[in-house]
């Protein structure tokens, strides 16, 4: 027994660390955004939806509750700091932070409405929270601009460094360092007793309850967590493009980091970042090419990939995350 | 109040005519359709491009907005969508909602993206007064087309013997087969029937919401949504039920308090699927 106990501390213990081909994969983005500074506004990009896709993730992957409303909380988010920028209170960290308390509130308050019912009352509850607030931010036209979205100026980051049009590799530097941070504190947290306990209801509702797990309050916990993510997103979006407008709340947002998530498979944290940097380039690709179009070839994409089992391409993209990154594979396979 | 009241059950009368494919389909396989405003779509081109181009007479297309949805519905129903019954609820969004996003880029490439206009013949143009309530014939229209499409899907599904059969489905579709019910073939033909009801209410409703275009099946797919939340997807009644009370909310809250007007039927749906989310009408538990 006692052995046994050892053995899970060491695995636990193993899991908790940062491999080489993590950090490598870290090091990676930084030096890429050092590389290409034409692509800077892409890389950004990339990695705010990487950011948003990861708040998804806490909540599908590592809890099993589906949301087709994340939308809401990212244009929370970005509406909370660009409202501030626009009054004046114009710091991108307060912005943030302000940003991810909105967002959670928000998350935690409507939390309780996803404990009752099917995955499709799921599905529909948080679509409708979206919805609704975005026809709030819609007829709100005073605070929000309504229709025309908000433009305003950010002071440097820190008081340092500029972001926005003049500064769009700082402002890639900037989402990159929030979203490792935020990814450190998802990883931590993945692990932890918090964690493992959300597994266990992710796995059996009945079963976790009846282990003791709180299973109503760790829901909440963590749908409002993820909503923080998603309000830390969409700061980070307003605030490097400078602008925040409606169509952040629209039903297609929600869709798109769904399937940023299902790209790059659910549950393992990386895959987000993956199903993001897959999803904005090929955008990126298709739009380029036929602009008026390109939602039909993400269209198809789903179609396919929902036709071919989306298990088995996440287990394809777990595989070639193996062969570079071996250490987040296995832990995928561990949790 | 009362010409408020008479719009209002108009519109909900074309939402059932629009939504109860859906509700049936969900009742049926518990399959989550979210592409069934394509197939609305799909109704309201033909009888545009009919009307438009070929001049034929707007009552003489409706047999067509109806057939062509239904023979594409069953045509994707036995190459596609048989494959995902079973499916988790996440695969079968997701696929439907690709097949939404593969429709409008379609519609937009082969229509372009200007809304196709419906222009209806003169004698339905036009208001009646009866009493001072102001009834607009179109509207009146929509409420005997659409209320004898309600009387006689209801009367089917009662009185025939398929109606029996598809209710023992929708009831408990593992037992319906054991009783040597095809319910494979049986989700076939209703699925037909729903698409081909969804593309008479695009028809229909084509006028309504000023013309078809290319976003029709995102800017109603939330709609329909509602009508099923509400109705639940137990038959004809609760989804007509639900149709007609939302219809009549919706008008209603938007002429008289129009600064909250859009809330209200988002409002209503999430407050149905806290307190009841298996829809008013649902039986017992539901599924």
Partial sequence: ?335 | MLTVLFDGVAYGMLLFVLACGLSVTLGLMNFINLAHGAFAMLGGYVTALLMNRAGVPFLGTLPAAFLVPAVVGVALERTLYRRLYGASPLDQVLFTIGLVLMAMPIANYLLGDQPQQIHLPAWLQGRIDVHGVGIGVYRLFLIVVCGAIAVGLQSFLVGTRFGARLRAAVDDPRVASGLGIDVDRLFAATFAVGSGLAGLGGALAADVVGGIDPAFPLKFMVTFLIVVAIGGSSGIIGALVGALLLGVLDVAGKYYVPSIGAFIIYFVMVATLILRPQGLFAKGDGR
Avoid: C
């Avoid at chain 1, 501390?9 to 290409?36: D, T």
């Avoid at chain 1, 409303?69 to 920028?85: E, H, N, P, R, S």
């Avoid at chain 1, 282990?211 to 409002?224: D, F, P």
């Avoid at chain 1, 967590?225 to 629209?250: E, R």
């Fill in chain 1, 1 to 335: 027994m006692s052995a046994n106990a050892a053995r899970i501390e060491a695995h636990l213990r193993r899991r908790e660390r940062w491999r080489w081909s993590e950090i490598a994969f870290w090091l990676a983005i930084v030096v890429l955004i050092f590389a290409v500074p034409s692509r800077a506004a892409l890389i950004n990009e990339i990695l705010i939806s990487g950011l948003f896709a990861l708040s998804l993730d806490l909540i599908l992957g590592l809890a099993g509750v589906v949301s087709l409303g994340q939308a809401a909380f990212y244009g929370v988010g970005a509406y909370a700091a660009a409202i501030l920028a626009n009054a004046g209170y114009n710091d991108p960290t307060f912005g943030l932070l302000v940003g991810a308390l909105l967002g959670g509130a928000i998350g935690l308050v409507t939390a309780p409405l996803l404990l009752r019912g099917s995955d499709l009352t799921r599905l529909m509850v948080t679509m409708g929270v979206a919805l609704i607030l975005g026809e709030v931010a819609n007829r709100n036209g005073w605070l929000t601009g309504g229709a025309d979205g908000l433009e305003f100026t950010m002071r440097p980051v820190l008081g340092l460094f500029p972001i926005g049009f003049s500064g769009q590799r700082n402002a890639a530097l900037y989402s990159l360092v929030v979203l490792f941070i935020l990814f450190a504190l998802a990883r931590r947290l993945a692990q932890s007793p918090f964690g493992l306990s959300l597994s266990a209801v992710r796995e059996n509702r009945l079963r976790a309850g009846a282990l003791g797990i709180a299973t109503h309050r760790r829901l909440i916990g963590v749908y409002a967590l993820a909503a923080a993510y998603a309000g830390v997103a969409g700061a980070l979006l307003a605030q490097t493009t400078q602008i925040a407008s409606l169509d952040l709340f629209d039903f297609h947002r929600s869709a798109d980091v769904m399937l940023m998530v299902i790209i790059g498979g659910a549950g393992y944290l990386y895959g987000g970042l993956i199903g993001a940097a897959v999803f904005i380039v090929l955008k990126d690709v298709i739009s380029g090419a036929t602009p008026e179009y390109w939602e039909f070839w993400i269209g198809a994409l789903l179609v396919v990939l929902v036709l071919t089992g989306r298990q088995r391409v996440a287990s394809l993209a777990r595989r070639v995350v193996r062969t570079v990154l071996p250490n987040a594979a296995r832990q995928a396979g561990a949790a």
